[in-house]
């Protein structure tokens, strides 16, 4: 069965780096799309970045670029999620989730990934 476990997560200090990793498993790993969510408490989830496992094009919400960074080893089935100049609103839980390659839209949907990981909190204060 498709199992997506993530790691990283932790408190951290404003301005700080943390990378979350996901390692997936069950399923073909080449042409999927590979995304990160993540949801504050309160909050809708939200679609942060992306990466299509075929050629590795990466898209990143407005939020996040230029902090974040996604990344792939194809080798180890798994994603990365590199995160710099964290600030407090950063805090929530981040889930990585896989879908079908259309999932690597101009707009990340949770509804487009059927799997999900158990999620890895992130707090930055």
């Known amino acids: 069965h498709v199992q997506l476990v993530e790691s990283g997560g932790g408190s951290v200090q404003v301005g700080g780096s943390l990378r979350l990793s996901c390692v997936g498993s069950g399923f073909s790993w080449r042409k999927n799309c590979m995304g990160w969510f993540r949801q504050a408490p309160g909050k809708e989830r939200e679609g942060i970045a992306s990466?299509?496992?075929?050629?590795?094009?990466?898209y990143y919400a407005d939020s996040v670029k230029g902090r974040f960074t996604i990344s792939q080893d194809n080798a180890k089935n798994t994603v990365y999620l590199q995160m710099n100049s964290l600030k407090p609103e950063d805090s929530a839980m981040y889930y990585c989730a896989a879908g079908g390659a259309f999932a690597c839209g101009t707009e990340l949907l949770a509804s487009d990934f059927p799997y999900w990981g158990q999620g890895t909190q992130v707090t930055v204060s």
């Open positions: 990466i299509y496992t075929g050629s590795g094009s990466a």
